[in-house]
Structure formats: C-alpha cells, structure tokens
C-alpha cells in the first residue's frame, strides 16, 4: 500500500531540490513564480500512515477545511475561528509544515498557512 500526497512546489522547493532543477519545466516554473508570485507546478511525495492518521483527525481536519477556502488569515485568526489556543493551532500548523501539507508564509510579523496540498491518494497493490 502507498499514500501518495499532490501538492503545490513552494520557492524552497526549488531552491533546495536538486530533482527538481532538472525538471524539464524548471525554467517555466521559475519563470511563472517570478511574474505571479504562485507557483502551478505540482509534485507527488509519498506519506506515511502515521502522518496520514494524524493528518485525518478532527483538528486538522477542521484546519484543512478552513485553509481550503482560501483565505489569508494569521495563525490568531485561524485560531478564534477554530475556539482553540494560538500554541495547540500553531504545534499543528508547524506538523502540516515538516510534511509540506501548508507554508507557513511571512507576511510581516505574522505568518500565514498556505494550503499546498491538493490531493491524498491511497494505493493498494
């Protein structure tokens, strides 16, 4: 069984990964973050179950739902909306970051979560 995860390439994501710099569409990739500022592209990374199972629980689910939307809202706002502390949102947010699920964006002393992630597939062999 594999868990594979689509989502969005950030600007790190192309300064760090040598795989992608070899991407036949690295140039039209950089290109389209200069003149927009978002990147299209996609990639496809596997999860693990556990991530997988943690991600799925009520909080992130309720997290992801509202970073579906797509507003830009500080970890604070996320927060009310959620009824949950600031430090349980963010300890969330920062899990969703180490696995690329979000990009914690600053925008002056704040960080927004950006919602990369566009789709979970599970594979059975």
Known sequence: MRI???????????EVN?????HPQYGMIVKEYE????IAANVEEELSPEVLR??????????LEIL?????INISELARKLGRSIPNVYYDL???????IIYLR?????????????EIR????
């Not at 600053?106 to 566009?118: A, H, Q, R």
């Open 54 to 63: 943690r991600l799925m629980s009520k909080r992130m689910v309720e997290i």
């Open 106 to 118: 600053k925008m002056g002393s704040v960080k927004i979560p950006i919602l990369l992630l566009e």
């Open 94 to 100: 920062q899990f969703m970051e180490k696995h690329r």
């Open 4 to 14: 594979v995860m689509r989502r969005k390439i950030v600007p790190e994501d192309l």
């Open 122 to 125: 599970v594979e059975v062999d």
């Open 18 to 22: 040598e795989k992608l710099r070899i």
């Open 68 to 72: 579906e939307r797509g507003e830009l």
């Open 35 to 38: 003149e927009e500022g978002e």
